[in-house]
């Protein structure tokens, strides 16, 4: 049962990209579609890392003992300064380790 689950997910992945990926199908997007489905990825990240980063045990932690979002608050001004996705990745999981 694992396997067909996985198997679904699969085939259902692939098809929802292939459907916009393939420049031979007719079907094309307005350019209003387009924009709105930019701002899927952003919301689709922040209902991610959210949760995890204000509610590390399950209720709101907003103080400096939090190592969730001392990290995040770092990764955020190492990336506004430094533009710079994979020295941003390395430095902010260094810190959070180190302070965790």
Do not use: H
């Amino acid at each position: 049962m694992i396997w067909l689950t996985i198997a679904a997910m699969a085939l259902l992945v692939f098809a929802s990209r292939y459907v916009f990926l393939e420049p031979k199908l007719p079907l094309r997007l307005t350019a209003q579609t387009q924009k709105l489905l930019s701002y899927s990825s952003p919301a689709v990240l922040t209902a991610i890392w959210a949760p995890i980063v204000f509610l590390p045990d399950g209720e709101l932690m907003l103080s400096y003992k939090n190592p969730y979002l001392i990290a995040a608050l770092f990764a955020i001004l190492l990336a506004w300064r430094t533009k710079n996705v994979l020295l941003t990745a390395v430095l902010s999981m260094a810190l959070f380790f180190i302070i965790s």
